[in-house]
Each structure stands twice: as C-alpha cells, then as structure tokens.
C-alpha cells in the first residue's frame, strides 16, 4: 500500500472490556474492505490479529496489533488493544499513537469496567472518542438502555449516528442517521445494500437525526443561533460539513451500532471513520520524552513516537512507530530523546497482525 496524503490517514485505536468485540470489530473491516480473503475469528484460533499462541490459546487479546485497511483513497491504521487491566500499559501507548480511541461495547452487558478506566484516560489524553455498540443481534440486546448506560456515564454528548432496525433476533440491519438510509449486507455477508428507511422505523431515525443536529450545531455559533430562534435543523449540508469539526473538538460523540460476527454496520462505520474522524493533523503539538514540542508535518525534521516494541526470534527487535514529522528511511541515524542516543534505522515495514 503506497503513502497517502497526511489527511487520507486515520489512526484508530480499539479499546475496551474483554469480551466486546474488539479484534472481530477489526477483523471484520479487514475482510469488508477486501484486505484479507476471510473473516478472521478468535473462537477457533483462525484470526489474523489475534496471532500469538498464548491469545489462541486463551482467546482475548494480550498485544496490540495492527490492522491497516484500505478503504478508497484512505488508510485506516487500526490498533486492536488488549481490555485486560493485566496489559493495560500495552493500551495506555498505542492510544497515545491514535488521534480517535474507538470504544467497543457489548450491547447486553453495556459499558464495564475496563471501559470506564480508559474512558477516563482518554480525557486526560484529549483523545477524540466514538461508541460501537456490538452483538445487537444477541439474546437481551437493548439498543435503547445501552444508551441510556452511556448516557449516565459518560455524559449527554455521546449521539447515535447509526441506530439498528431491530435487536435480538428481529436485528435486520442499521439506519444511517446521517445520511438518512437503511443499510445491511445480504445473506451472504458480502455486498451492503443502501436503501429508504422502511416506513415503521422512520419516526425513530427522524428522532435520532433531530438529536443528531443538537449536538452537532454547538460546534458553529452561529448555527447554534438558529437552534436559539427556533429556526429549522441543519441541512444535509450544513450536517456533514460540521460533523468532523464537532468530532476532533470533542463536542460530539458518535454512537454505531452493529454485530462484527455478520459483519452489519462495518461499511458504514468504515465510510464515516474516512469522511468524519479525525486525521494526524487534529492531534495539534506532539510531547517529545525530552520535552520537546514537534507537530505533525512531513516537511519537518524526522520525528516519531516508539508505542511498542517487541524482539522477534527471526528479525530481531521490532519497534511500532507513529512519524510525527519529517520521512522516515532505512539506515537513517536518529537520536533516542529518552537516552540521548543516536540510533540507526534498520528495515522499515507495514505490519499486519
């Protein structure tokens, strides 16, 4: 996969409590955007992701691993993150390495512990935040209380972006509330159907598009003017252009919904992760470990975060990096902050798991 431009760059970062989904979130997109030519899973150790034979073994991820995928002109760079407090470390840096901390929630067990601790760190951090909510088509699924659950623990500003038609057993597919269609994929999982929202479930997408406008309007005063004066919603237009802006100013708080196991609600998602989350540039200036401020520009001097690092019995050590500025090249010399330092570049590679 060739470079993209800065703002064709999404880094998201999957957290959450063990159990809700995380790596089939991301295995899933992998197999919808045509990265891999099955659908990894963890349950029967065939997952892309989940690599290690201890994580077979145990079935929950215990390292961070990456995921990037090809969505039209954009690379997503996925980080699947462990929700053991045990590897909590592991977590806390490759959230440091994202602009957007992607929480995955069970929709029957709603937002657990391990979800609140990183919510709470992802504050500290400044990190932009969105809610999936994952396994609606499970037995006492509610969409409807696991909002309310947000709601009373991470505040009013968290909205619906996608709403199911349906949960449980009856969950058919979502409703795009931004764009105001039905979405699902086919039987076989392959190929997502865009259509009119039916008609039984039109006053609730209407409800959740009013809700939608709400919150997205206190990032403009001037729209926020109109809701004031009592004048109409947004327009399409004026919707979507605020949307990224409300995003990475931490104003709004999008909530999907989904099942990652028969893949309904991943294109969506994948589609407003391009076209609304935010890019490398948002995150503003960079911390080095010597104190250093640097900011995201690839015409700068070269600079980059270590978030992880690992020693290979075939390679060698291997350290995951995030380039904050300047380009990165084999053999380069670069000085390590933290020790003072120089160190040279080895071989430079795109991970995938």
């Known amino acids: 996969m060739s470079a993209p431009a800065t703002e064709h760059v999404r880094n998201i970062v999957l957290v959450g409590q ?4 995380k790596t089939s979130l991301a295995e899933a997109m992998l197999y919808v955007s045509g990265k891999t030519p099955r659908m990894g899973t963890t349950h029967d150790g065939k997952s892309y992701l989940d690599y290690d034979p201890e994580e077979i073994k145990r079935k929950f991820t215990i390292n961070t691993s990456v995921a990037p995928i090809p969505y039209k002109d954009f690379k ?28 995955v929630v069970d929709a029957v067990a709603g937002p657990q512990v391990m979800t609140t601790r990183l919510w709470r760190e992802a504050e500290k951090m400044d990190l932009s935040r969105a809610v999936y909510i994952n396994h609606i088509d499970r037995e006492n699924a509610n969409f409807d209380t696991a909002m309310a659950t947000l709601h009373a623990r991470f505040g009013t500003r968290l909205g619906a972006v996608t709403i199911p038609m349906g949960v449980d057993k009856d969950f058919q597919g979502v409703i795009d509330v931004i764009r105001m269609k039905a979405r699902y994929h086919s039987a076989q999982g392959t190929d997502e159907v865009v259509e009119d929202i039916p008609e039984e479930y039109k006053e609730t997408a209407l409800a959740a598009r009013d809700k939608l406008c709400d919150l997205v309007a206190e990032a403009d005063d001037d729209l926020m003017m109109k809701y004031l004066d009592g004048e109409e919603s947004l327009t399409q237009q004026e919707l979507e252009t605020l949307l990224d802006k409300a995003i990475a100013q931490e104003l709004f708080i999008p909530v999907f919904v989904g099942s990652t196991i028969i893949k309904q609600g991943i294109q969506g998602l994948m589609e407003d992760i391009a076209t609304y989350f935010p890019h490398p540039r948002h995150h503003g200036r960079f911390r080095l470990a010597n104190g250093e401020i640097t900011y995201v520009d690839e015409t700068g001097e070269p600079a980059a975060f270590v978030f992880k690092t690992v020693a290979d019995p075939y390679v060698g050590r291997l350290s995951f990096v995030k380039v904050i500025s300047g380009v990165l090249t084999p053999g380069m010399e670069l000085v390590n902050s933290r020790t003072g330092k120089k160190e040279r570049l080895g071989h430079i590679y795109v991970m995938m798991g």
Request: hydrophobic share 45%; no cysteine; charged share 15%.
């Open 18 to 21: 063990d159990g809700a989904g």
């Open 76 to 103: 997503i760079n996925v980080l699947d993150t462990s929700g053991h407090p045990d590897f909590i470390g592991d977590t806390l840096a490759s959230m440091q390495a994202s602009e957007m901390a992607l929480f």
